[in-house]
């Protein structure tokens, strides 16, 4: 079984008569998916084996970077650049076209960032990230490391000056994130959970002013599967979150609406392909890929 329904609004993103494929596997732990589409080409982290891996069609998978400082999340900015979120230099960088690495951010108030996990880009140019401490926890996604910062929290990363301000304090493990489809609601995933029985697993919804957050409501949970890591968001505004049994497809009211099912425990997800329609799916060991009905942002 491929889906599972829970309203009939579902039927309106799930194709039927497809099968979900595995276009690569081996890696020790799959995460932040992005498509390149002029270079018709997948680009993600294996975070345990320190490596970025690239999938191109019909040709297949080869190693990117590596060593690649446990890289984690990644997006692209507006000019097409790579932007990433390093666990172990815990910082975020920029991949210039010449390859050369730009460091964006690696401390707030003269101290080192935690481990920056997701990043995204807003049409202004500015860089929005998230950072818990699952990078210095330990030594298997980064470096066991002292924590600096007195949270774990969500910055955002000035276009124009480059300043780094502190957005939002009040998270246990702030994860994915990403933006409506207008730009004006940051969604952002605090996956306590994944290291407490009892911690949260929720996804909130910010109202964005300027450089500034708001509101912050609990948009919708993740119940008994797992936590919420990557998210994003297709054209009409509905929510895909990676969740322990797939992926969870929500309505933009908070309903969900239904399931992908996935063999593996997902970490994140992108859409890519000439449509944007196909969806890959990061999920522990592989890399999955499913047509859609709808387009991604």
């Known amino acids: 079984m491929l889906y599972e329904v829970l309203d009939p609004r579902f039927s309106e993103v799930a194709l039927i ?12 732990w799959a995460e932040g998916p992005v498509w390149f589409g002029e ?22 998978t080869h190693v990117f970077r590596a060593p690649a400082n446990y890289t984690n999340g990644h997006t692209r900015d507006g000019q097409g650049r790579l932007v990433s979120c390093e666990h172990g230099t815990r910082r975020v960088t920029r991949t210039e076209p010449d390859g050369t690495i730009t460091v964006l951010a690696d ?14 880009v807003r049409r202004d140019g500015s860089v929005w990230f998230t950072d818990p401490n699952y990078g210095i926890r330990d030594d298997y996604e980064g470096h066991k490391g002292a924590q600096e910062q007195p949270c774990q929290g969500v910055y955002r ?4 000056s480059g300043a780094v301000t502190r957005v939002a304090d009040d998270f246990g493990q702030p994860n994915g994130l990403a933006f409506s489809p207008d730009h004006s609601v940051l969604y952002i995933a605090d996956s306590v959970g994944s290291h407490d029985p009892t911690g949260r697993r929720h996804i909130r919804a910010f109202r964005v002013e300027g450089d500034k957050l708001s509101g912050g409501e609990v948009f919708a949970d993740i119940k008994n599967a797992g936590v919420p890591d990557g998210i994003r968001l297709d054209t009409d505004g509905r929510l895909w979150s990676s969740a322990a049994d797939g992926i969870h497809v ?5 309903t969900l609406l239904g399931k992908i099912l996935v063999p593996e425990v997902v970490a994140n997800l992108c859409f890519g392909g000439p449509k944007k329609n196909r969806l890959f799916i990061a999920a522990t ?3 999955y890929a499913l047509y859609t009905r709808v387009r991604g942002c």
């Not at 979900?20 to 596997?25: A, D, F, M």
């Not at 018709?40 to 040709?59: A, G």
């Not at 401390?107 to 995204?120: A, H, I, T």
């Not at 990363?157 to 124009?160: F, L, S, V």
């Open 285 to 287: 060991t592989s890399i």
């Open 157 to 160: 990363i000035d276009p124009a």
């Open 39 to 60: 270079g018709n080409y997948l680009l993600w982290s294996d975070i345990p084996n320190d490596r970025m891996l690239r999938w191109i069609p019909d040709v297949g």
């Open 250 to 254: 929500f309505h933009p009211d908070g």
């Open 17 to 28: 008569n497809i099968s979900l494929e595995r276009i690569h596997t081996g890696c020790r």
């Open 107 to 120: 401390s707030f108030e003269g101290k080192r960032l935690n481990s920056p996990n997701d990043v995204v």
